[in-house]
């Protein structure tokens, strides 16, 4: 297929790196366009604005939060003005829920197609095309896509038409995993005033009650106490729990553990770990207990 | 070896078994006599006090609380009194820090020596000698008890000298657990508002982000909204989480997480959810969400 | 003077009546026109666009929210485009700190003065001219407005030249209010299940620890359970906290309190609350304790 | 009347006082027997052990919390055993509603009678003789109570048979004041953020919608940042905080708020805060805001 690719961070590059080796013809854009010099390299076509992305069948959108997202599609070199009729737009960005449905229902009044397709995984994962894909909108469209996704992720849910559920989801997974991360960052501040070393708390847990690759992941960053450099900026982090707050307020559903890891997340800011990685936060457990 | 067993509630009569089965001769006490006739029936002998079970080498005690080890192993005819000494008190409940520390200076005043040794898993678990063993106290009755925690579970951690640190550790787990199913049911809460079936998203997370046996078991109650029969009633869930809040108020360690959680377990209760499971906090954060 | 006055709820009616008192010529707009009648009886004149109020020395907005003040104050008929070089805008409305320094600018760009004067009371406190008047901006505009202010508050408190300044403020004791319903919330549903009748108690703490206004007024609501009819709905309320989190999270301030408070808010909208007043998030305290 | 008086600390000395001052015939008792001088000086009789001071009509304690009351009430010369049939034991302290309603018991086996009278007010409040005392137990005893309290406070508030009731309330207000200190933290470092001084926000404040004395003597210490010499230490505060949650956790009351000041008291002992004032949780918000 033809396909463009817009915003080629740490993520980004990854992906649209994956999709070049599937054998799709890509054209890619990027802010900063010396960050598309490797993919220029492995044959991808570097375009001038956001529209010059769009004029084959597919344009992927993977960019930092709502206004990043907002200034690539909008305007006359924006995604929405450019994208040919029929042609689909898939966000792979974490936005907010309330973005997600205005761009289905601007796609949908200019004739393009929209389809929310945010991801589970960190950067390794995306340069290993191991990503867990979430997608969500038209059903021809998301066949369309397939091929797309299973070039970039290990796995693909689809949960129906409504784009903006596979933001949602997103949203609730992020939350989730910030809640995870302030699990750890309090357990291990509490054992460690016991004198357990967080290693060998960390092994104990995660060979067997916490398996999961996320525990391991964020438990070893903070028993290590390695919150430089940063995987998912603090940031980002603190965004992602702020859209969750806001699609659960949207929706009149209280998320005190949200709450508590933003204000957590806040606190992290104001003490000036605004570089590190979101797990920062289980320094801050640590501080609070005067360790 | 000569072992005595104390407490046959849902998690003591597995491991009993398990202890029956490996081959050694047991003494067993309930304060309820009739649930000890299943093991007697295996061929252990029951006996008439606590006290009666400390005859040989090793005794253990699994009870619901600290009033209840309290109650088995104080007077004339509790384990402290009765057992020899050079013997050792397994002591496998999960009880406070403060209380197992007192044990420790007991027994050893008293010739004999405590073992702290508290478990990770559920009922089934424990039938299945599928447990996970926290163990703290003197290396030489570690070694010794070694065989008989291979009996009963399928892995041994071993965390040092001091019995009381095998607690808290135990505790952290603890309120990590809760902690997990806070925020499985905040979450589900958030999804189902936005259309999304909860064994749908449980699936999609369980199989992504959150691969742990606890997001399995627990997401899949709170999905199904099935909070009984309990596998783990709701006041003893409360009382883990007060006692590690209290181990964290003992050391400085504020754990905001586990008040958050502590307060939705009675919120759990004064709706009349006693009965249940300790995931019905999931249907606290449904019923706030006016679901 | 020749003052116009914008927005004419329950709040900006008494005012607008006040400065109508003290003898300042007036045009006022609302945008359900009918709620300008009373206004005309007592020789106002009415305005078919917010920018035909801006005609005089000085305008007043008093709307509901953000979203409010933008659709009067931009566009070819707002505030913005037809108030005249050297002329006043006293913005009176519970705003974000972001959209208050927004607005200052534009007037600035615009050659007109931009004054943020938020107002601590409630509807009768408005009719009755004893409002708290909270006035920042340049200083030669608040020595003009100190007429207007003193005609319609009992005290105005001056902070400076930097109008958001007063908005900030505003928010910390709109913050302050919901944090005292909440603590009087808790508390009596503490007492009331040891027995103590809600007015008792009531009686005893205001008139020891807690003398002043805000418990006398809200603890008597929540005493009597009597959430309705509302002197200041519950979604107006959860809008100010939301701005006080949103202040807070510009100034990196972490905010736990607040956070509880949206959370119990939005729990109380989730139940069916939404027309009552602020202070039903003392009926979830209730609630959660089984009452 | 005959009057005893077991616990002579910053409270203590000055409620003595005003009892001898009013007439009555004082033996006191202090585990720190100086602390006594004073009142030898103004004619108080110094006892030897607490039963010492029960063989007149009355006898008041005035301790630190649950323990010291353990230890001044049970054994061959405490209260319980020395305080003659029908005398009365009036337990001013601020203690445990278990407690309380187990010493009302006890009192009443022995023939003796049981009030509670915990009280509001720092010491200044004490010496002065305007405490607000809280009370309860049975009728005639209040009623000959009447005129002691009468020399110690400016009002009495009578709450019915039940003496654990009147703790039940002290509890309840002493919370609510801890959320009164909590929410002027917050709301000082949001608006510090903005360039307010403290001094500044808190004459606002507190001569307009929170005029009552408990905003103004903490909102000074926190605005000043003076929290040595403490009128009322930090670990005090948290103890009657953790007691109201445990009144709370008794009854299915959760309290939110109460575990978020208590999660802050924890955080202010771990930094270090031992000896400062219960408001130094002010400080708290102020560094978690970096400030």
Redesign the interface.
């Known amino acids: 297929m033809n396909v463009g690719f817009i915003g080629l961070g740490n993520m980004g590059r990854g992906i649209a790196a994956n999709l070049l080796k599937a054998g799709h013809a890509m054209v890619v854009y990027n802010r900063t366009r010396s960050h598309a010099d490797p993919l220029a390299a492995q044959g991808a076509r570097v375009a001038e604005t956001p529209g010059d992305c769009c004029r084959g069948d597919v344009v992927f959108t993977m960019v930092a939060d709502d206004a990043a997202l907002d200034a690539v599609t909008s305007g006359e070199n924006g995604v929405l003005a450019a994208l040919p009729a029929g042609s689909i737009h898939v966000s792979l960005s974490t936005i907010s ?1 309330a973005l997600s449905e205005r761009l289905a229902q601007a796609h949908a009044r200019a004739g393009s197609v929209y389809v929310a397709a945010p991801v ?1 995984g960190r950067p390794e994962a995306a340069a290993a095309a191991k990503l ?1 894909v ?1 997608a969500a909108g038209p059903a021809a469209a998301l066949a369309r896509c397939r091929p797309l996704f299973d070039a970039i992720g290990q ?1 693909t ?1 689809v ?2 038409e ?1 784009a ?2 596979a933001n ?2 997103k ?3 992020n ?3 910030a ?2 991360v ?3 960052g ?2 291990i ?3 460690r ?4 070393a967080p290693d ?2 960390l ?3 995660t ?9 391991k992941i964020y438990g070893s960053l903070i028993a290590a106490e390695k919150y430089q450099p940063a995987g998912f900026r603090l940031p980002l982090g ?1 965004k992602d729990v ?1 859209l ?1 707050l806001a ?3 949207a ?10 890891v ?3 997340m ?2 992290a ?4 770990y605004e570089e590190a990685d979101w797990s920062v936060i289980g320094k801050i457990s640590a501080e ?3 360790l």
């Open positions: 829920v589970f867990f979430v796995r849910y949960l129906g409504k903006f559920v949602a989801v949203l609730a997974g939350f989730m995993l809640a995870a302030e699990s750890l309090e357990a501040a509490l054992v005033k016991y004198g357990v060998q708390f092994d104990l847990i060979s067997s009650v916490f398996t999961a690759p996320a525990y603190l702020r969750a699609a659960g307020e929706a009149n559903v209280p998320l005190p553990l949200a709450s508590l933003r204000d957590r806040i606190t800011l104001a003490r000036g609070s207990a005067g």
